[in-house]
């Protein structure tokens, strides 16, 4: 269920292949932006409604975590995380080439509405348990990224620690960690699934917004 949420975190270029797709360098400490709590939908919908006149949106295929009680030094992240989920960090791909650019806030690149649809949450039963399985989405039935955190460029541990202390962590906040190689355009009428070691674990069907 997706209640009780606050902050909504994500960590950008989290994955080498990833960063090297879109021709950026790859980070040496975690890039975090935030997108509106307003912005999280349940993944399994029939229309999603996303921008229509902006132009591409690209998909960017996530495992999410979800806070159990609030960060202090030192605490583990198999203590802190209660529940993991997948979703999908929505991007208006082109309007975040212009404010790249620019040097401004990637908000109106990431923050719109729906663009971050979960799955529903399950137990969290440590990290251990999470790299022993990929995720995957496809599109239209065609696998276009596969994932295992263990390819991260930076732990599930490093994130935790990062944001808590920087910005703080608490019940509720859930974070985006990162995507894989393999991000792409998402159309009118494309089926989007979501599966966790060959499980489908939510799909949406992608609408224009009117």
Not at 31 to 48: G, Q, R, T, Y
Not at 124 to 140: I, P, Q, R, V
Request: proline residues 5%.
């Amino acid at each position: 269920m997706l209640t009780n949420i606050c902050n909504v975190y994500c960590v950008g270029r989290n994955y080498k292949l990833h960063a090297e797709e879109l021709g950026n360098a790859i980070p040496d400490e975690p890039m975090i932006f935030m997108k509106p709590s307003h912005a999280v939908v349940p993944l399994n919908v029939e229309a999603l409604e996303l921008p229509a006149s902006k132009g591409e949106v690209h998909y960017e295929a996530e495992l999410v975590i979800r806070i159990g009680r609030n960060y202090e030094p030192g605490v583990r992240v198999d203590e802190l995380v209660n529940a993991y989920a997948f979703g999908i960090d929505f991007t208006l791909r082109d309007v975040q080439t212009v404010i790249k650019k620019k040097g401004h806030p990637w908000t109106a690149a990431k923050g719109f509405k729906n663009s971050a649809p979960v799955s529903d949450f399950q137990s969290f039963s440590g990290k251990e348990a999470l790299l022993e399985k990929d995720f995957t989405l496809t599109k239209n039935g065609v696998e276009v990224q596969r994932g295992n955190i263990r390819n991260m460029i930076f732990d599930l541990q490093h994130v935790v620690d990062y944001v808590g202390y920087h910005y703080g962590l608490g019940a509720g906040d859930i974070i985006f960690t990162g995507t894989p190689e393999g991000v792409g355009p998402a159309a009118e009428g494309d089926v989007l699934e979501l599966a966790w070691d060959g499980q489908s674990v939510g799909k949406c069907t992608i609408a224009a917004a009117k």
